[in-house]
């Protein structure tokens, strides 16, 4: 397994070089509501770096270009969904050209993945960071009463 510091290294890598297309979908994510649609990009998961990734709601957004529908690259993409699903994550691919086409189509289609249909009220939805140094201190204790001897 490839160390995480450099995972980290290649999904900053990853957000520095972003394609015309997940730039677009990049912008357009940023405007949905932020209640439970917290999304990050290029985002370090298990083996794998995801392009866009929105922790709340186990959803994986992959935006594919044409050579994804090459022979090795989509063997490679197949396996990789598999791990994600195995791991419990829902994943939405999309063509740069729907992404350029119709982007209001795909926004509609993120948005009934995470909420149930196009009609769905929002629901707040939180996930647990994890801490990259030591864990917060704890609540100080309040001394017990003492008991009488």
């Given at each position: 397994?490839i160390?995480t510091?450099?995972r980290?290294?290649?999904a900053?890598?990853?957000?520095a070089n972003t394609?015309?297309h997940?730039?677009?979908?990049?912008?357009?994510?940023k405007?949905?509501?932020?209640?439970?649609?917290h999304f990050r990009r290029?985002a370090?998961?298990g083996?794998y770096?995801?392009d866009?990734?929105?922790?709340a709601?186990?959803?994986?957004?992959?935006v594919?270009?044409?050579h994804?529908?090459?022979g090795?690259?989509?063997r490679?993409?197949r396996?990789?969904?598999r791990?994600l699903?195995k791991?419990g994550?829902r994943?939405?691919?999309f063509?740069n050209s729907?992404?350029?086409?119709?982007?209001k189509?795909?926004?509609?289609?993120i948005y009934?993945k995470?909420?149930?249909s196009?009609?769905?009220?929002?629901?707040l939805?939180?996930?647990?960071?994890?801490?990259?140094?030591?864990p917060?201190p704890?609540?100080?204790?309040?001394?017990s009463?003492?008991r009488?001897g």
């Open positions: 397994m160390s510091s450099i980290r290294s290649a900053r890598k990853l957000r394609t015309p997940e730039r677009l979908l990049w912008r357009a994510l405007e949905l509501p932020r209640s439970g649609t290029q370090p998961l083996p770096i995801v866009f990734l929105c922790p709601k186990r959803l994986v957004i992959e594919d270009g044409g994804h529908s090459d090795e690259t989509a490679h993409d396996a990789r969904q791990w699903e791991e994550y994943v939405l691919r063509w729907e992404i350029a086409r119709d982007l189509a795909v926004l509609e289609q009934v995470m909420h149930g196009r009609e769905a009220d929002i629901t939805a939180k996930h647990r960071r994890r801490l990259r140094s030591s917060h704890a609540a100080p204790r309040r001394p009463p003492s009488g």
